[in-house]
């Protein structure tokens, strides 16, 4: 994670055009063979970054009370992961979300970053389809993995938080407030609320 860290310090600060996978590894103290170890391109440096922030949202979902609707559930996820208030649980202090933002609208604006955010946003969506899965049948669910009902629920629920997080990026809101990530996020879930959830 160290190196994601400096490859976002990098980024936000010199944009990615004037940022070299050299630099990101002399940032983080490694060799650069050190990084090529782990990554084929700086691009990719960002990914654990991206893959944090899904991670976080799927155990939000899992660990969303149980008496919770999976609306509810998705709901309950999107205010404690979206939060920019590092005093909530899975909260984000304010300058991290600035750190997101310009993530994010680089990841938009660059084909080799969005390759890296959309992978990132398709496996993030196999983990969900697994959570819902497990909240659905109580158990750690499906040896044979989440149904195609479990996969187009997760699929639908991610993007309705994905698009939230790239409109608010693209735009100059801050992270509190009616336009903030939480707030867009809880809008378009609201909207999805008559969709077929439970599988």
Same mark, same amino acid.
């Given at each position: 994670?160290e190196?994601?860290?400096?490859?976002?310090g990098?980024?936000?600060?010199?944009?990615?055009r004037?940022?070299?996978?050299e630099d990101?590894?002399?940032?983080a103290?490694?060799?650069?063979?050190?990084?090529?170890?782990?990554f084929?391109?700086k691009?990719e440096?960002?990914? @654990?970054l991206y893959a944090?922030?899904?991670?976080?949202w799927?155990?939000a979902?899992?660990?969303? @009370?149980?008496?919770?609707?999976?609306p509810?559930?998705l709901?309950h996820a999107a205010?404690?992961?979206l939060?920019?208030? @590092?005093?909530?649980?899975?909260?984000?202090?304010?300058?991290?979300?600035e750190w997101?933002?310009?993530?994010?609208?680089?990841?938009?604006?660059?084909?080799?970053l969005r390759?890296?955010?959309?992978?990132?946003?398709?496996e993030a969506e196999?983990?969900l389809?697994?959570?819902?899965?497990e909240?659905?049948s109580g158990?750690?669910?499906a040896?044979h993995?989440?149904?195609?009902?479990?996969?187009f629920?997760?699929?639908?629920a991610?993007?309705a938080v994905?698009?939230?997080?790239?409109?608010w990026?693209?735009?100059?809101?801050?992270?509190?407030?009616a336009?903030g @990530?939480a707030?867009l996020?809880?809008?378009?879930?609201?909207?999805?609320r008559d969709?077929?959830?439970d599988?």
């Amino acid at each position: 994670m160290e190196i994601a860290r400096a490859a976002a310090g990098l980024f936000v600060r010199h944009g990615l055009r004037g940022t070299r996978a050299e630099d990101i590894a002399q940032a983080a103290g490694i060799a650069p063979r050190t990084f090529y170890r782990y990554f084929a391109s700086k691009e990719e440096a960002v990914a @654990p970054l991206y893959a944090a922030g899904a991670q976080r949202w799927a155990d939000a979902v899992r660990e969303a @009370p149980a008496g919770l609707s999976v609306p509810e559930a998705l709901e309950h996820a999107a205010r404690v992961t979206l939060s920019p208030d @590092p005093g909530v649980p899975g909260g984000v202090s304010a300058a991290s979300w600035e750190w997101v933002r310009t993530l994010i609208r680089l990841a938009i604006t660059s084909p080799a970053l969005r390759k890296v955010w959309a992978e990132v946003c398709q496996e993030a969506e196999g983990t969900l389809a697994q959570v819902l899965a497990e909240r659905a049948s109580g158990d750690a669910a499906a040896a044979h993995g989440p149904s195609p009902d479990f996969r187009f629920a997760a699929a639908v629920a991610s993007a309705a938080v994905r698009v939230a997080m790239e409109t608010w990026a693209e735009g100059t809101a801050a992270a509190t407030g009616a336009q903030g @990530p939480a707030a867009l996020a809880m809008r378009n879930l609201a909207a999805l609320r008559d969709f077929r959830w439970d599988g």
